[in-house]
């Protein structure tokens, strides 16, 4: 029996072996609470950045503009005198013999006027009594005026001649100035200073002279609008 204490009896060292780790629980208490720390320092860093991206402010979105509301502009009316023929020296057809075949009938057209370089509203009328194949038998004349702006008219309704103009006297249409008050008669000619003769002789009213007549001839089939006077 030996006389040494316990603690002081050798004891040979368990003998190590390559790849194998010593027993877990052999560390130092200092070393498991330094890990412990680190541990709780990760989790509350990482609860700590979901919190600031879950609190963070979201960008607030631009409220929707509503677009500005469409204004319905109404398409204006064609202009009636843009829808009819134009008679010019290179297309001076205005009408068909066959158009024209019954008296008083008539048919509108645009005049191009080579000096004023301007269409001009004119009318074509056929006569009574006279050939539909002869530009006798036709009157054509300028619905503007030789003084003033009113625009004639031509007055097929009599009713309206007599309400209107207050001439009781016409069997046939005539032409009116909306503004004198004038009525042309498209069946009298007259006499212009200088031995001119004119048709439209003015049988009511203070106009000055007839409405400027348009030269009218007939080739075949078509009549055609040549100038005015």
Known sequence: MSDQPESQRFKPEMPRIPGVAPVPGTGSPKSSNLTVITVLLVVLFVVALGAHYALRPKPIEPAAVAPPP??????????????????????????TVAEMAKPWSSKSFMLH??????????????????????????????????????????????????????????????????????????????????????????????DVRPPLGIEIEIKGKNILAIRRE
């Not at 469409?70 to 009408?95: M, N």
């Not at 009157?139 to 009599?158: H, I, K, Q, V």
Request: glycine fraction near 10%; proline fraction near 11%.
């Open 70 to 95: 469409q204004l319905q502009v109404p398409t204006p009316a064609p202009d009636p005198d843009s829808l009819l023929p134009i008679a010019s020296g290179a297309q001076p057809v205005v009408a």
């Open 113 to 206: 006027d080579p000096v004023s370089n301007e269409n001009v509203s004119a009318l074509l009328i056929r006569l009574p009594g006279g050939s539909a194949s002869q530009a006798s038998g036709y009157w054509g004349l300028s619905m503007n005026p030789a003084y003033g702006s009113c625009r004639l008219e031509y007055l097929t309704d009599l009713a309206k001649l007599r309400s209107d103009y207050g001439y009781r006297a016409a069997n046939h249409p005539m032409v009116g100035n909306p503004c004198s008050r004038t009525v042309f008669d498209p069946a009298k000619m007259t006499m212009l200073p200088g031995n001119i003769w004119v048709r439209g002789a003015i049988v009511q009213g203070s």
